[in-house]
C-alpha cells in the first residue's frame, strides 16, 4: 500500500519499554519509509497498537526526528544509544545523521576549546552547537555534513570547508579569516557580523543567506550564487565578485569600494547608500536592471550620472 492510501490522521499507540507514546501512521511512514515501523503499517494499515521491548527515552528522540526530521542535543543523549535503536528500528536517514563519537576526533562540546584532531572531513555533524567561543583554527570541514551546526562566535580562522553542506548554519560572530568555503552550500547559514577577511566563496551558494555587517573585504566570491541574500552593511571593499549573482540581494550600506564586479548581477538589487566607488569599470557591464541606487556613491563609476 503506497503514501497516498493511508489515512495520515489514523491514530497508532506505541508501548516502549513501558513508555506510551501515541502518533499518527503518517508519521511512522512518511520520512523512513523503508524502517521497521513503516513495514508494521504497510503489513496491517488498520493496526492501533504496537509494543517493542526497547529503550522507551531513546524512542522519545526518534518519534521526534519522524516528525520533524531533528537531531536531539547530543550533550544530553548518548549518541551510541540512538545509532543502536536506529539500528534496530532500521532508520537509515537517522542513522546516516548522527555523528561518528566513536572517532577519536570528535571528543567535547561546550564553551572549552575543541581538543586535539582538527580533521572532520567528510564528517556528519548536523544540528551540533559547536559555538560557546570554540576554538577550530586551521581544521578541515571539507564534504562534511553541517546542517544546523552553531559555530558563533567560535574561531574558525584557515579552515576548509570545501563543498561542505552547511545550509542553515550559524556562523554569526564567528572568526572566518582566510577560510575557504569553495562549493559549499551556504543556503540561509547565518554569518551576520562575521570575520570573512580574505575568505574564499568561489561557487558557494549563498541564496538567502544573512551577511549582514559581515567583513568581506578582499573576499573572492567569483561564480558565487547570492541571490536574495542579505549583505546589509556589509564590507566588500577590495572583493571579488566577477560573475556572482546577486539578484534582489540587500547590499544598503555595503562598501563595495574599488570591488570587482565583472560581469555579476545586480537586477533588483537593492544598492542604497553603498559605497560603489572605483568599480566603474565593472559597473559599466553589470545586470542593473531595476536596481535601486539611491544615495548610492557613485563617483567615479558612472561619469555621465555626475
Not at 555534513?145 to 545550509?167: P, T, W
Request: net charge neutral; proline share 2%.
Amino acid at each position: 500500500m503506497s503514501e497516498e492510501e493511508f489515512d495520515s490522521s489514523s491514530i497508532v499507540r506505541l508501548n516502549i519499554g513501558g513508555q506510551q507514546f501515541c502518533t499518527t501512521v503518517y508519521t511512522l511512514i512518511h520520512r523512513e519509509p523503508n524502517s521497521k515501523l513503516a513495514a508494521i503499517m504497510h503489513q496491517d494499515p488498520e493496526i492501533k497498537y504496537v509494543f517493542y521491548d526497547r529503550d522507551g527515552q531513546i524512542f522519545s528522540h526518534i518519534l521526534n526526528w519522524l516528525r520533524h526530521g531533528v537531531l536531539p542535543d547530543f550533550e544530553v543523549v548518548d549518541a551510541k544509544e540512538l545509532l543502536r535503536e536506529a539500528e534496530y528500528y532500521q532508520l537509515h536517514g537517522l542513522k546516516d545523521n548522527i555523528p561518528d563519537f566513536t572517532s577519536s576526533y570528535i571528543c567535547s562540546f561546550g564553551s572549552a576549546p575543541y581538543p586535539n584532531r582538527r580533521k572532520f572531513q567528510g564528517a556528519k555533524l548536523c544540528g551540533l552547537n559547536l559555538s560557546s567561543q570554540a576554538n577550530f583554527t586551521s581544521s578541515d570541514f571539507r564534504s562534511a555534513c553541517l546542517r544546523n551546526v552553531s559555530f558563533s562566535h567560535s574561531n574558525l580562522m584557515s579552515s576548509k570547508f570545501d563543498i561542505a553542506d552547511a545550509e542553515g548554519a550559524d556562523f554569526r560572530i564567528a572568526k572566518l579569516v582566510f577560510c575557504s568555503f569553495t562549493g559549499a552550500n551556504l543556503r540561509r547559514a547565518l554569518f551576520s557580523g562575521a570575520e570573512l577577511l580574505s575568505a574564499t566563496l568561489n561557487n558557494a551558494d549563498l541564496r538567502n543567506t544573512n551577511l549582514e555587517g559581515a567583513n568581506l573585504r578582499r573576499a573572492t566570491l567569483n561564480n558565487a550564487d547570492l541571490k536574495n541574500a542579505n549583505l546589509e552593511g556589509a564590507n566588500l571593499s577590495y572583493a571579488t565578485l566577477n560573475n556572482a549573482d546577486l539578484t534582489n540581494a540587500n547590499l544598503k550600506g555595503a562598501n563595495l569600494f574599488q570591488a570587482m564586479l565583472k560581469g555579476v548581477k545586480l537586477s533588483k538589487t537593492n544598492l542604497k547608500y553603498a559605497d560603489l566607488r572605483g568599480a566603474y569599470r565593472w559597473l559599466s557591464e553589470a545586470d542593473l536592471e531595476e536596481a535601486y541606487l539611491e544615495g548610492a556613491k557613485l563617483t567615479s563609476c558612472f561619469p555621465f550620472l555626475w
